[in-house]
């Protein structure tokens, strides 16, 4: 029997009513032959309240408690799905992660998947069962207890079954219809892609767009398994959202295929401080010591002069996600204290914000820089740190400037017209 994996997000099945329509959805692919294996989410807004109802309770938590709290909003659902199916007569159960099992590593609340042996799921298959609904999120520590795999994690759930599985497609249905060239919300000429490569989904989904897990699209990438993300509220058919997939698939691209940005981001200067070797590491280990994600880096002569060292100083700046800046700070006044560093100054900038530009078409293209560059500067928007990688190029901004950046870079890259 060919096999798809369907994905409902929190929204998906908030209510019975939306339930049934997930459900509706489920029966049409097993009409069409399918068996299905079905990934839910808790209805939505659920793991939010349970997250909730821990810390108050008890705000330096266990962990493992967390856990068999938190993962409890999605076993309501795979039940109620599997209840919703019987009734229109699909022969269907529920599964919670240790029964199939889902085998993850011990790292309660951000627990990876070991493996997922099929026998147990085969072996109903087999018997004539038609749909397994698995609890997404959730998984099996060796010590027998349960885990969850970070916030977002029913998507990884889905790909990972696919891809054990061998999967035809994996669905993730959710409260948009796909995949756009930017956030429609800020510009209305934003476009919904057919396809888009795993890689540039990779970097979107890092970069702050947030309708998949980043580590689903990980997944998903190292298995191959073919993507689709789909309304749920829509009638669907096989051509409905947008395939994530292998670029080989993609006949045609653009040079650029995407506008992302993030608010959470700020900025951290260390004014003057000695240019000499080792100096980069000596600043940024005891960041990483902290757990501090530094994101873009540049080092820059420094407009001060340092009086110890006449001519030899350097500003170095940084970026870091908003809500590490205070880690950032402690660690690097413990290392100027301790002397492992020396600087002037250490100033903060929270009102910046990451634009940035994706297309795998930046590997043999030239000039996307200087188109980025040239359209920001016919708005006046002043670049205030760069950083690229192969198939990305982001740019720090004024915060305030950010929704005319994400504008006009994608005029500028005529991402409107298919
Ligand atoms: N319910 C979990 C969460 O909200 C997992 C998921 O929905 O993907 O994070
Ligand atoms: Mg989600």
Redesign the pocket.
Known sequence: MPLLVMKF??TSVADLDRIKNAAAKVQREVDRGYDVIVIV??MSGR?NELVGWVEQTSPLFDAREYDAVVSS??NVTAGLMALTLQEMGVPARSWQGWQVPINTTAAHSAARFVDIPRANLDQKFGEGFKVAVVA??QGLAPDGRITTLG?????TTAVAFAAAFEAERCDIYTDVDGVYTTDPRISTKARKLKKIAFEEMLELASLGAKVLQTRSVELAMRYKVRLRVLSSFEDTDENSGTLVCDEDEIMESKVVNGVAYSREEAKITLVTVEDRPGISAAIFQPLADAGVNVDMIVQNISEKDYDDHPGSVTDMTFSVPINQVERAKKAMEEAKVSGEIAYDELVVDTDVAKVSVVGIGMRSHTGVAATMFKALAAENINIKVIATSEIKISVLIDRKYMELAVQALHDAFGLEAA
Do not use: H, L, M, V
């Open positions: 997000g929190g989410s808790a793991t909003g999605e997404g999120f916030r977002g994690g029913s998507d």
